[in-house]
Protein backbone atom coordinates (compact mmCIF):
# COMPACT_ATOMS: atom_id res chain seq x y z
CA UNK A 1 0.00 0.00 0.00
CA UNK A 2 1.66 3.71 -0.84
CA UNK A 3 2.02 5.62 1.70
CA UNK A 4 0.04 9.19 1.42
CA UNK A 5 2.33 12.08 2.13
CA UNK A 6 1.47 14.17 5.14
CA UNK A 7 2.24 17.70 5.88
CA UNK A 8 3.23 16.56 9.34
CA UNK A 9 6.07 14.62 7.83
CA UNK A 10 8.56 17.02 7.54
CA UNK A 11 7.78 18.62 10.81
CA UNK A 12 8.00 15.08 12.66
CA UNK A 13 11.95 14.46 11.15
CA UNK A 14 13.13 18.51 12.78
CA UNK A 15 11.72 17.19 15.78
CA UNK A 16 13.48 13.99 15.90
CA UNK A 17 16.52 16.04 15.39
CA UNK A 18 16.31 18.20 18.33
CA UNK A 19 14.34 16.14 21.17
CA UNK A 20 15.39 12.82 22.42
CA UNK A 21 11.63 11.91 22.12
CA UNK A 22 8.52 12.88 20.00
CA UNK A 23 5.45 12.26 21.40
CA UNK A 24 2.62 11.85 18.04
CA UNK A 25 -0.94 12.20 19.42
CA UNK A 26 -4.25 12.38 17.34
CA UNK A 27 -7.35 10.23 17.32
CA UNK A 28 -7.00 6.84 16.08
CA UNK A 29 -6.95 6.03 12.39
CA UNK A 30 -5.77 9.31 11.24
CA UNK A 31 -2.29 8.05 9.92
CA UNK A 32 -0.06 8.38 13.22
CA UNK A 33 1.42 4.89 12.81
CA UNK A 34 2.12 5.27 9.22
CA UNK A 35 3.43 8.17 9.49
CA UNK A 36 5.88 7.11 12.44
CA UNK A 37 6.79 4.23 10.52
CA UNK A 38 8.07 5.98 7.47
CA UNK A 39 11.19 7.59 9.55
CA UNK A 40 11.27 4.10 12.45
CA UNK A 41 14.57 2.04 12.59
CA UNK A 42 12.35 -0.30 15.09
CA UNK A 43 8.94 -1.04 16.30
CA UNK A 44 6.78 -2.13 19.48
CA UNK A 45 2.78 -2.07 19.37
CA UNK A 46 1.60 -1.91 22.57
CA UNK A 47 -1.77 -2.55 21.15
CA UNK A 48 -0.98 -5.67 20.14
CA UNK A 49 1.96 -7.29 22.09
CA UNK A 50 1.30 -8.36 25.17
CA UNK A 51 4.45 -9.52 26.16
CA UNK A 52 5.20 -6.16 25.64
CA UNK A 53 3.06 -4.97 28.03
CA UNK A 54 3.54 -7.39 30.65
CA UNK A 55 7.10 -6.11 30.78
CA UNK A 56 6.14 -2.63 31.09
CA UNK A 57 4.87 -3.62 34.24
CA UNK A 58 8.15 -5.43 35.37
CA UNK A 59 10.74 -2.56 33.98
CA UNK A 60 9.43 -0.19 32.37
CA UNK A 61 12.54 0.68 29.61
CA UNK A 62 12.60 -3.70 28.89
CA UNK A 63 10.88 -2.55 25.63
CA UNK A 64 12.59 -0.13 24.29
CA UNK A 65 15.69 -2.16 23.19
CA UNK A 66 15.82 -1.59 19.38
CA UNK A 67 17.49 0.60 16.37
CA UNK A 68 16.30 4.59 16.96
CA UNK A 69 14.23 6.08 16.19
CA UNK A 70 12.15 3.09 17.92
CA UNK A 71 8.35 3.80 17.40
CA UNK A 72 6.45 2.93 20.95
CA UNK A 73 2.68 2.27 19.34
CA UNK A 74 -0.39 3.42 21.54
CA UNK A 75 1.95 4.01 24.96
CA UNK A 76 -0.79 5.49 26.51
CA UNK A 77 -2.15 1.57 27.06
CA UNK A 78 1.02 1.00 29.16
CA UNK A 79 1.77 4.55 30.76
CA UNK A 80 4.84 3.38 33.00
CA UNK A 81 6.11 3.37 30.23
CA UNK A 82 6.65 7.36 30.04
CA UNK A 83 9.37 7.04 32.61
CA UNK A 84 11.00 4.09 30.64
CA UNK A 85 11.37 6.34 27.66
CA UNK A 86 12.43 9.76 30.13
CA UNK A 87 15.07 7.76 31.53
CA UNK A 88 16.39 6.21 28.74
CA UNK A 89 16.37 9.69 26.74
CA UNK A 90 18.46 11.02 29.92
CA UNK A 91 21.34 7.72 29.66
CA UNK A 92 21.53 8.45 26.51
CA UNK A 93 21.68 12.14 25.72
CA UNK A 94 21.08 11.72 21.73
CA UNK A 95 18.03 13.48 19.70
CA UNK A 96 15.88 10.85 18.21
CA UNK A 97 15.45 7.89 20.13
CA UNK A 98 11.87 7.45 20.27
CA UNK A 99 8.77 8.32 18.80
CA UNK A 100 5.42 7.86 20.64
CA UNK A 101 2.52 7.62 19.66
CA UNK A 102 -1.03 7.99 21.11
CA UNK A 103 -4.46 8.15 20.37
CA UNK A 104 -6.09 9.45 23.89
CA UNK A 105 -4.55 11.24 26.81
CA UNK A 106 -4.06 9.34 29.57
CA UNK A 107 -5.68 10.52 32.78
CA UNK A 108 -3.10 12.97 35.20
CA UNK A 109 -0.66 10.38 37.23
CA UNK A 110 1.40 11.83 39.91
CA UNK A 111 4.26 9.10 39.50
CA UNK A 112 4.45 10.16 35.36
CA UNK A 113 7.33 12.89 34.97
CA UNK A 114 6.28 15.66 32.54
CA UNK A 115 8.85 15.12 30.22
CA UNK A 116 10.21 18.66 29.76
CA UNK A 117 13.04 19.18 28.32
CA UNK A 118 12.89 15.24 26.48
CA UNK A 119 9.69 15.36 25.06
CA UNK A 120 8.20 17.49 21.44
CA UNK A 121 4.98 16.89 21.18
CA UNK A 122 3.29 16.68 18.04
CA UNK A 123 -0.45 16.50 16.92
CA UNK A 124 -1.73 14.98 14.00
CA UNK A 125 -5.24 15.29 12.78
CA UNK A 126 -7.24 13.30 9.55
CA UNK A 127 -5.82 14.55 6.03
CA UNK A 128 -6.54 18.02 5.09
CA UNK A 129 -8.18 18.51 1.10
CA UNK A 130 -4.31 18.93 -0.01
CA UNK A 131 -3.19 15.61 1.45
CA UNK A 132 -6.31 13.56 0.18
CA UNK A 133 -5.51 15.27 -3.44
CA UNK A 134 -8.79 17.26 -3.64
CA UNK A 135 -7.19 20.83 -3.40
CA UNK A 136 -4.15 21.80 -5.99
CA UNK A 137 -2.37 23.55 -3.12
CA UNK A 138 -1.49 26.43 -5.70
CA UNK A 139 -2.37 29.03 -3.32
CA UNK A 140 -0.14 28.09 0.04
CA UNK A 141 -1.02 29.32 3.73
CA UNK A 142 2.38 30.79 3.91
CA UNK A 143 2.26 32.53 1.07
CA UNK A 144 -0.31 34.32 2.26
CA UNK A 145 1.42 34.84 5.78
CA UNK A 146 3.95 36.51 3.79
CA UNK A 147 1.83 39.01 2.47
CA UNK A 148 2.44 37.41 -1.05
CA UNK A 149 -0.48 38.57 -3.97
CA UNK A 150 -2.00 35.52 -5.25
CA UNK A 151 -4.27 33.79 -7.80
CA UNK A 152 -5.10 30.23 -9.37
CA UNK A 153 -8.32 29.07 -12.12
CA UNK A 154 -11.33 27.91 -10.18
CA UNK A 155 -10.18 24.11 -9.11
CA UNK A 156 -13.44 22.76 -11.04
CA UNK A 157 -14.51 20.88 -7.48
CA UNK A 158 -18.51 20.99 -7.45
CA UNK A 159 -20.46 21.22 -4.29
CA UNK A 160 -21.69 17.82 -4.70
CA UNK A 161 -18.02 16.53 -4.77
CA UNK A 162 -17.02 18.59 -2.14
CA UNK A 163 -19.77 17.11 -0.17
CA UNK A 164 -18.43 13.61 -0.95
CA UNK A 165 -15.41 14.76 0.43
CA UNK A 166 -16.54 16.20 3.31
CA UNK A 167 -18.74 13.56 4.47
CA UNK A 168 -15.74 10.66 3.49
CA UNK A 169 -13.91 12.81 6.09
CA UNK A 170 -9.69 12.57 6.02
CA UNK A 171 -9.23 9.17 6.83
CA UNK A 172 -6.24 7.38 5.32
CA UNK A 173 -7.85 3.88 5.61
CA UNK A 174 -11.17 5.49 3.61
CA UNK A 175 -9.84 6.70 0.57
CA UNK A 176 -9.47 3.58 -1.25
CA UNK A 177 -13.27 3.06 -0.37
CA UNK A 178 -16.69 3.37 -2.25
CA UNK A 179 -18.19 6.55 -1.08
CA UNK A 180 -21.12 4.36 0.82
CA UNK A 181 -18.55 2.36 2.38
CA UNK A 182 -16.71 5.11 3.68
CA UNK A 183 -19.77 6.49 5.20
CA UNK A 184 -20.47 3.31 6.77
CA UNK A 185 -16.90 3.09 8.26
CA UNK A 186 -16.80 6.63 9.73
CA UNK A 187 -20.63 5.53 11.05
CA UNK A 188 -18.74 2.72 12.64
CA UNK A 189 -16.11 4.66 14.09
CA UNK A 190 -19.13 7.20 15.70
CA UNK A 191 -20.42 4.16 17.43
CA UNK A 192 -17.18 2.87 18.46
CA UNK A 193 -16.70 5.98 20.55
CA UNK A 194 -20.35 5.31 21.94
CA UNK A 195 -19.78 1.87 22.83
CA UNK A 196 -15.74 1.76 23.69
CA UNK A 197 -13.44 4.35 22.88
CA UNK A 198 -14.72 6.80 25.72
CA UNK A 199 -14.27 3.80 28.37
CA UNK A 200 -10.67 3.78 27.58
CA UNK A 201 -9.78 7.47 28.36
CA UNK A 202 -10.43 6.26 32.34
CA UNK A 203 -11.61 3.73 33.02
CA UNK A 204 -15.62 4.64 33.74
CA UNK A 205 -18.37 3.02 32.11
CA UNK A 206 -20.46 5.58 30.40
CA UNK A 207 -24.27 5.19 29.08
CA UNK A 208 -24.12 4.46 25.76
CA UNK A 209 -27.34 6.30 24.80
CA UNK A 210 -25.86 9.05 26.69
CA UNK A 211 -22.55 9.66 25.61
CA UNK A 212 -24.56 9.13 21.58
CA UNK A 213 -27.04 12.44 22.98
CA UNK A 214 -24.18 14.84 23.81
CA UNK A 215 -22.12 13.88 20.60
CA UNK A 216 -25.20 14.22 18.49
CA UNK A 217 -26.05 17.42 20.62
CA UNK A 218 -22.19 18.62 19.23
CA UNK A 219 -22.97 18.26 16.09
CA UNK A 220 -25.57 20.03 15.80
CA UNK A 221 -23.84 22.54 16.95
CA UNK A 222 -20.79 22.63 14.93
CA UNK A 223 -18.54 25.34 14.51
CA UNK A 224 -20.92 27.49 17.01
CA UNK A 225 -20.05 28.95 20.46
CA UNK A 226 -22.54 26.03 22.02
CA UNK A 227 -22.10 26.09 26.05
CA UNK A 228 -22.67 22.93 27.90
CA UNK A 229 -25.62 24.00 29.30
CA UNK A 230 -26.70 24.16 26.28
CA UNK A 231 -25.64 20.79 25.37
CA UNK A 232 -27.68 19.62 28.27
CA UNK A 233 -30.52 21.76 27.79
CA UNK A 234 -30.35 20.09 24.46
CA UNK A 235 -30.47 16.30 24.32
CA UNK A 236 -32.89 13.77 25.14
CA UNK A 237 -32.35 10.61 27.02
CA UNK A 238 -34.81 7.70 28.24
CA UNK A 239 -34.00 8.44 31.71
CA UNK A 240 -34.63 12.18 31.27
CA UNK A 241 -32.19 15.35 30.97
CA UNK A 242 -28.49 15.24 31.86
CA UNK A 243 -27.16 17.71 34.02
CA UNK A 244 -23.97 20.34 33.40
CA UNK A 245 -21.18 18.36 35.10
CA UNK A 246 -22.04 15.17 33.09
CA UNK A 247 -22.19 16.61 30.50
CA UNK A 248 -18.36 18.50 30.97
CA UNK A 249 -17.58 15.13 31.70
CA UNK A 250 -18.53 13.47 28.47
CA UNK A 251 -17.16 16.45 26.72
CA UNK A 252 -13.08 16.21 28.82
CA UNK A 253 -13.27 12.44 27.62
CA UNK A 254 -14.15 13.23 23.96
CA UNK A 255 -11.21 15.59 23.93
CA UNK A 256 -8.78 13.77 25.49
CA UNK A 257 -10.14 10.96 23.01
CA UNK A 258 -8.92 13.70 20.61
CA UNK A 259 -12.32 13.54 18.70
CA UNK A 260 -12.91 16.82 19.88
CA UNK A 261 -11.14 20.53 19.81
CA UNK A 262 -12.34 23.86 20.38
CA UNK A 263 -11.62 27.04 19.08
CA UNK A 264 -10.53 29.45 21.54
CA UNK A 265 -10.89 33.14 20.94
CA UNK A 266 -8.33 35.85 19.88
CA UNK A 267 -7.65 38.23 22.71
CA UNK A 268 -6.73 41.01 20.68
CA UNK A 269 -5.82 45.01 21.33
CA UNK A 270 -8.72 47.19 19.59
CA UNK A 271 -8.45 50.38 18.92
CA UNK A 272 -12.20 50.40 19.69
CA UNK A 273 -14.64 50.49 22.42
CA UNK A 274 -15.60 47.01 21.39
CA UNK A 275 -15.40 44.28 24.44
CA UNK A 276 -14.16 40.81 23.03
CA UNK A 277 -16.32 37.61 23.75
CA UNK A 278 -14.30 34.83 25.60
CA UNK A 279 -16.55 32.04 24.34
CA UNK A 280 -14.97 29.19 22.66
CA UNK A 281 -16.24 26.73 19.13
CA UNK A 282 -16.22 23.54 18.80
CA UNK A 283 -15.44 21.45 15.98
CA UNK A 284 -15.01 17.80 15.65
CA UNK A 285 -11.60 16.53 14.59
CA UNK A 286 -13.10 16.10 11.20
CA UNK A 287 -16.61 17.06 10.29
CA UNK A 288 -17.09 13.59 8.98
CA UNK A 289 -17.67 12.43 12.57
CA UNK A 290 -20.29 15.31 12.93
CA UNK A 291 -22.11 13.89 9.56
CA UNK A 292 -22.21 10.48 10.72
CA UNK A 293 -23.30 11.24 13.99
CA UNK A 294 -26.16 13.30 12.26
CA UNK A 295 -27.00 9.90 9.92
CA UNK A 296 -26.38 12.73 7.10
CA UNK A 297 -25.00 12.16 3.74
CA UNK A 298 -24.18 14.23 0.76
CA UNK A 299 -27.88 14.21 -0.64
CA UNK A 300 -29.48 15.21 2.78
CA UNK A 301 -26.36 18.10 3.41
CA UNK A 302 -27.90 19.21 -0.15
CA UNK A 303 -31.13 19.56 0.86
CA UNK A 304 -29.91 21.64 4.49
CA UNK A 305 -27.41 24.61 3.19
CA UNK A 306 -27.54 26.01 6.48
CA UNK A 307 -25.80 22.73 8.23
CA UNK A 308 -23.70 22.26 5.12
CA UNK A 309 -22.13 25.33 5.74
CA UNK A 310 -21.10 25.15 9.29
CA UNK A 311 -19.55 21.75 8.43
CA UNK A 312 -17.95 23.25 5.65
CA UNK A 313 -16.74 26.20 7.85
CA UNK A 314 -15.66 22.84 9.98
CA UNK A 315 -13.63 21.43 7.59
CA UNK A 316 -12.08 24.85 6.76
CA UNK A 317 -10.90 25.11 10.53
CA UNK A 318 -9.57 21.47 10.54
CA UNK A 319 -7.00 22.08 7.15
CA UNK A 320 -6.04 25.24 8.42
CA UNK A 321 -5.10 23.98 11.60
CA UNK A 322 -3.00 20.90 9.39
CA UNK A 323 -1.54 24.17 7.45
CA UNK A 324 -0.71 26.28 10.19
CA UNK A 325 0.51 24.24 12.52
CA UNK A 326 4.67 23.87 11.19
CA UNK A 327 4.49 27.71 11.71
CA UNK A 328 4.03 27.55 15.42
CA UNK A 329 0.32 28.79 14.01
CA UNK A 330 -3.03 28.38 16.34
CA UNK A 331 -6.28 29.05 14.70
CA UNK A 332 -8.87 31.04 16.58
CA UNK A 333 -11.60 32.87 16.09
CA UNK A 334 -13.31 36.58 16.83
CA UNK A 335 -16.55 38.19 18.43
CA UNK A 336 -17.46 41.41 20.26
CA UNK A 337 -20.02 42.81 21.87
CA UNK A 338 -21.32 44.35 18.80
CA UNK A 339 -22.13 40.61 16.89
CA UNK A 340 -18.97 41.49 15.05
CA UNK A 341 -18.08 37.69 13.53
CA UNK A 342 -14.47 36.53 12.21
CA UNK A 343 -14.37 32.50 11.38
CA UNK A 344 -11.11 31.92 11.94
CA UNK A 345 -7.85 34.42 13.12
CA UNK A 346 -4.35 32.58 12.21
CA UNK A 347 -1.42 33.71 14.15
CA UNK A 348 2.05 32.42 13.87
CA UNK A 349 5.16 31.96 16.12
CA UNK A 350 6.82 35.16 14.35
CA UNK A 351 3.77 37.44 15.17
CA UNK A 352 2.10 37.48 11.70
CA UNK A 353 -1.26 36.92 11.43
CA UNK A 354 -4.06 36.91 8.71
CA UNK A 355 -8.16 36.59 9.06
CA UNK A 356 -10.60 34.61 7.41
CA UNK A 357 -14.32 34.48 6.54
CA UNK A 358 -15.61 31.03 5.25
CA UNK A 359 -18.40 31.03 2.77
CA UNK A 360 -19.83 27.98 1.21
CA UNK A 361 -20.94 30.26 -1.64
CA UNK A 362 -18.95 32.24 -3.96
CA UNK A 363 -21.56 34.40 -5.43
CA UNK A 364 -20.51 38.11 -5.80
CA UNK A 365 -22.98 39.69 -3.23
CA UNK A 366 -21.69 36.90 -0.30
CA UNK A 367 -18.22 37.59 -0.93
CA UNK A 368 -18.72 41.47 -0.96
CA UNK A 369 -20.15 40.93 2.55
CA UNK A 370 -17.77 38.78 3.61
CA UNK A 371 -14.80 41.18 2.85
CA UNK A 372 -16.66 43.93 4.13
CA UNK A 373 -16.78 41.99 7.83
CA UNK A 374 -13.14 41.60 7.17
CA UNK A 375 -12.39 44.95 6.94
CA UNK A 376 -14.58 46.24 9.25
CA UNK A 377 -12.83 43.64 11.93
CA UNK A 378 -9.63 45.05 10.49
CA UNK A 379 -10.03 48.46 11.38
CA UNK A 380 -10.83 47.57 15.05
CA UNK A 381 -7.41 45.94 15.85
CA UNK A 382 -5.28 47.87 16.85
CA UNK A 383 -2.17 47.42 14.88
CA UNK A 384 0.33 49.20 16.62
CA UNK A 385 0.42 46.42 19.15
CA UNK A 386 -0.29 43.35 16.90
CA UNK A 387 0.65 44.21 13.47
CA UNK A 388 -1.14 44.35 10.09
CA UNK A 389 -2.82 41.64 9.18
CA UNK A 390 -0.84 39.47 6.56
CA UNK A 391 -3.89 38.81 4.65
CA UNK A 392 -7.70 39.06 4.92
CA UNK A 393 -9.54 36.17 3.06
CA UNK A 394 -12.50 34.87 2.01
CA UNK A 395 -12.24 31.23 1.66
CA UNK A 396 -15.28 29.82 -0.60
CA UNK A 397 -15.69 26.14 -1.99
CA UNK A 398 -15.64 27.35 -5.18
CA UNK A 399 -15.07 30.23 -8.09
CA UNK A 400 -11.16 31.61 -8.29
CA UNK A 401 -8.13 32.37 -6.33
CA UNK A 402 -7.52 36.44 -6.66
CA UNK A 403 -7.12 39.72 -4.87
CA UNK A 404 -10.08 41.64 -4.85
CA UNK A 405 -8.88 45.89 -4.95
CA UNK A 406 -9.71 46.60 -1.10
CA UNK A 407 -7.13 44.12 -0.63
CA UNK A 408 -9.01 40.88 0.51
CA UNK A 409 -8.25 37.58 -1.31
CA UNK A 410 -10.61 34.91 -2.47
CA UNK A 411 -9.16 31.57 -1.59
CA UNK A 412 -11.39 28.67 -3.07
CA UNK A 413 -10.60 25.32 -0.83
CA UNK A 414 -10.05 23.35 -3.79
CA UNK A 415 -6.18 25.39 -4.74
CA UNK A 416 -5.55 26.11 -0.35
CA UNK A 417 -2.36 24.51 0.58
CA UNK A 418 0.07 24.50 3.81
Known amino acids: MTYIKRVIDAELKERLASAGAVVLEGPKACGKTETAMQVAASSVFLDLDSAARTSVDIDPRLPLSGATPRLIDEWQ ?87 EVLCRGGWPAYTRLSLPAALRAVQDYVRDIFREDIHTVDGIRRDPLRVQAVVESLARHVATEVTHTSIAADVAV ?61 ESLLADLNTTGLLFESMVIRDLRV ?72 ITAGGYGYRRPDGVTVVPIGVLGP
Open 323 to 394: YSQSLGGEVRHYRDNTGLEIDAVVTTADARWCACEVKLSSAPHIVDAAAAQLLKFAQRVDTTRCGEPSALLV
Open 238 to 298: PAGSLDINTVTAYLNALERLMIVEHQAPWAVHLRSRSRVRNSRKFHFVDPSLAVAALGAGP
Open 77 to 163: IAPAIWNGVRLEVDTRKLPGQFILTGSATPADDHTRHTGAGRFAHLRMRPMSLFEMGASSGEISLLSLLRGEAVSAPDPGLGLRELL
